[in-house]
Each structure stands twice: as structure tokens, then as C-alpha cells.
């Protein structure tokens, strides 16, 4: 892969988190100055690389790229050259816009077996892993590719991570109180997804803690997604976690239509 391929750049972007927007053409008639499979990158700054053709018709789908890249959802534009555009072409393409999906941030709290299986699945699909634990012999001989590691108490951790509308958060640690205590403090930042593991029991009492303490608000606990998981019949550690992930997989898919 060349420095000045489309996929280079894409890369790059990926890795920096750089908003950008893929236009490609996936539908042509008559005569036309680039034909399907054409693609154009546009950046969140309105900057380029790539054509896919040039004129008025590019500074349409600069300008529908930039919209694209604000709504976060694909879609399909098409343009008559000479009724939309005024070129002499004379033909029609159409361009698929996509946005470049930033990846997720998911803060899993606890490093036993169902904080580490997560971890692992979850990056191989896509989300940007950072676990937090206290105990720092759970780290040791731990391949953690791909995954950021905190080692530190909650609280501290808490206060050092920066968290925004598209953050997923995870609680599973080796403590009850633990439990509540970061699910506390994360309920009040901001966040897509909050979930706590524990059996039903162990959620009731977490949530008269709740109600009693006014650590959190009514709206804020039936927003908390506890037991975490989808509701189906798992026993082992990595089971537990893919029942986790799904839930968290769907909670994306439908933030990014």
C-alpha cells in the first residue's frame, strides 16, 4: 500500500480519528468524466483527495459529503450533469457517501476472565478498549493487544478519562461496592451505553442503594443496562461477554442508523 493510495489514507484517518467522508461512484450513464468504482475522499475541513470528476458536480458532493459526515448515515446522490450541474457531459452519476465510522470507546472496569474476554472481542470488532483495575498482577503475562490498560483505583481512573455521548462503559469488577460506586460516577458523565454485570438480586439492591443515596436519578437507573447483557442462557466467561457485546453492538448499530 502506497503513501498516496485512497486505502493509505483511510488508514491514517482511522488511526487519528480524522472525520472523513468516502464518495464513491457506483452508477453511471452516458457520458461522464469518471466512471464506477471512482472514489473521493472528503475531510471534515472541506479538503480532498482523490476526484471524482471535477466542476460543479464535485463541489456538490463536497458539500453533501460535509452534511454526511455531520448525520454519521450513508446514502446514495444523484446528480444529471446537465439539468443539476450545467456540464456538458450530458450523463448521470450516482454517488454513495459514507462516513469513515470513529470507533467506539468502551471502558471496561475489572480485569478478571469476563473483563479480559470482553476486551479482546470487543476489539476485534471495532470498539477502542481500555480496561481499569486496581490489581495490577491481573495484567501480568496478559497479551493485551490493541488494548489500553489502566492500572489504578476507580476513582482516580474515573476523574483522568475523558468520556463524550459515543462512550461505552462496562462494570465488571471483583466487587459489589465497587460495582455501584463507578456505575454511580459514570451515570453522571456522559455516555451511550452504561452496564453493570450482576444477578438480579445483586441489581435490586444496587438500585434501593441508589434510590435511598440519590446517587442517581430516576431516569438515569432505568437507563442503566443491568444485569448488562441480552437476556439468553450463558454460563462461561467468554459466553458472557459475546451476550455482553451483542447488547452493545446493537446499542451502535442503531446509533449510527
Given at each position: 500500500m502506497t503513501v498516496n493510495s485512497i486505502f493509505f489514507k483511510l488508514a491514517e484517518c482511522e488511526e487519528s480519528g480524522v472525520e472523513v467522508a468516502?464518495?464513491?461512484?457506483?452508477n453511471t450513464?452516458?457520458?461522464?468524466?469518471?466512471?464506477?468504482?471512482?472514489?473521493?475522499?472528503?475531510?471534515?475541513?472541506g479538503s480532498i483527495f482523490s476526484s471524482i470528476g471535477g466542476g460543479t458536480l464535485e463541489m456538490r458532493v463536497i458539500k453533501d459529503a460535509l452534511d454526511i459526515i455531520c448525520t454519521g448515515k450513508s446514502q446514495i446522490f444523484t446528480?444529471?450533469?446537465?439539468?443539476?450541474?450545467?456540464?456538458?457531459?450530458?450523463?448521470?452519476?450516482?454517488?454513495?457517501?459514507?462516513?469513515?465510522?470513529?470507533?467506539?470507546?468502551?471502558y471496561i472496569?475489572?480485569?478478571?476472565?469476563?473483563?479480559?474476554?470482553?476486551?479482546?472481542?470487543?476489539?476485534?470488532?471495532?470498539f477502542d478498549v481500555t480496561v481499569i483495575d486496581e490489581r495490577k498482577e491481573r495484567f501480568e503475562s496478559w497479551k493485551a493487544e490493541g488494548i489500553a490498560i489502566v492500572k489504578g483505583k476507580h476513582r482516580s481512573s474515573i476523574r483522568k478519562l475523558s468520556f463524550d455521548e459515543d462512550t461505552f462503559i462496562a462494570v465488571v469488577t471483583h466487587k459489589h461496592s465497587y460495582?455501584?460506586?463507578?456505575?454511580?460516577?459514570?451515570?453522571?458523565?456522559?455516555?451511550?451505553?452504561?452496564?453493570?454485570?450482576?444477578?438480579d438480586r445483586k441489581v435490586a439492591m444496587a438500585k434501593k442503594v441508589f434510590a435511598v443515596s440519590g446517587s442517581a436519578s430516576k431516569k438515569q437507573i432505568a437507563n442503566i443496562d443491568w444485569p448488562m447483557g441480552l437476556?439468553?442462557?450463558?454460563?462461561?466467561?467468554?459466553?458472557?461477554?459475546?451476550?455482553?457485546?451483542?447488547?452493545?453492538?446493537?446499542?451502535?448499530s442503531k446509533?449510527?442508523?
Open positions: 468516502i464518495c464513491t461512484i457506483v450513464t452516458g457520458s461522464t468524466p469518471r466512471k464506477i468504482g471512482a472514489k473521493m475522499l472528503v475531510y471534515g475541513d446528480h444529471a450533469l446537465v439539468q443539476d450541474h450545467g456540464m456538458c457531459c450530458g450523463g448521470t452519476v450516482a454517488v454513495f457517501i459514507e462516513p469513515l465510522v470513529k470507533k467506539k470507546k468502551l472496569f475489572g480485569a478478571g476472565h469476563i473483563g479480559k474476554a470482553l476486551a479482546h472481542f470487543a476489539t476485534a470488532l471495532a460495582d455501584r460506586e463507578i456505575v454511580a460516577l459514570c451515570a453522571n458523565q456522559p455516555h451511550a451505553y452504561l452496564g453493570m454485570i450482576g444477578s437476556d439468553i442462557k450463558v454460563e462461561t466467561p467468554d459466553e458472557i461477554a459475546i451476550s455482553i457485546l451483542a447488547k452493545m453492538i446493537d446499542t451502535r446509533m449510527t442508523g
